[in-house]
C-alpha cells in the first residue's frame, strides 16, 4: 500500500505507474485465462457512467435494460485489473483518467542516452539560463554558435 501512495508524493510518479509497479510482481502469474475484449471495456465503463448525474438520462435506462441491476464501480473494475497485465492497467487508467502528461520524456534523459556528457556540453536545451540578446541554439551552417 505503501508502494501504490507514493504517486501523491513529488517523486514523479503518477497513480498510473504507481498501479503498474505495484502489479508488476505478480506479472509472472497466469491472469484468468481470458482478455478483456472493448465491447466488455465499454459495456463496464458505461455501467459506472450511468450511475454520474452528469451521463445522458438515456444511459442509465440502457444500462438497467440490459443489466437489471447496477454494480459498484469498483467490484466492475476489480474484474477487468485482474486480467489485464501491468502495463495495460497503466494505459487503462491513463485513458480513464484522461492524463496522458507522464508519456512526456525530460529532454535531458533523452540527450543523455544519446552520450552520458551531452547534458553538460549542451546545457542551452536542458533549461540552463539563457543570456540576454544570444540565441539558446544557432544552428552551426548559419554562422552561430552553440550555446
Same mark, same amino acid.
Given at each position: 500500500m505503501k508502494d501504490l501512495q507514493r504517486w501523491k508524493t513529488s517523486s *514523479?510518479?503518477?497513480l498510473a505507474s504507481s498501479v503498474e509497479r505495484?502489479?508488476?510482481? $505478480?506479472?509472472?502469474e497466469s491472469r484468468a485465462d481470458r482478455e478483456v475484449t472493448l465491447e466488455e471495456l465499454d459495456d463496464i465503463l458505461d455501467q459506472i457512467a450511468a450511475s454520474s448525474s452528469f451521463s445522458s438520462a438515456s444511459l442509465p435506462? =440502457?444500462?438497467t $435494460?440490459? /443489466?437489471g441491476r447496477s454494480i459498484r464501480a469498483d467490484n466492475l473494475l476489480s474484474k477487468v485489473f485482474r486480467?489485464?497485465?501491468s502495463s495495460e492497467t497503466k494505459w487503462m487508467i491513463r485513458i480513464i483518467s484522461n492524463n496522458y502528461s507522464p508519456a512526456r520524456v525530460p529532454e535531458t534523459l533523452v540527450i543523455s542516452r544519446f552520450h552520458f556528457l551531452l547534458p553538460d556540453l549542451n #546545457? %542551452?536545451?536542458? *533549461?540552463a539560463p =539563457?543570456? #540576454?540578446g544570444y540565441p539558446a541554439?544557432? /544552428?552551426?551552417? %548559419? *554562422?552561430g554558435y552553440l550555446r
Open positions: *514523479g510518479l503518477d505495484v502489479m508488476a510482481t $505478480t506479472d509472472y435506462e =440502457r444500462v $435494460t440490459k /443489466h486480467v489485464l497485465q #546545457p %542551452s536545451c536542458c *533549461g =539563457r543570456q #540576454p541554439y544557432a /544552428h552551426p551552417a %548559419s *554562422g
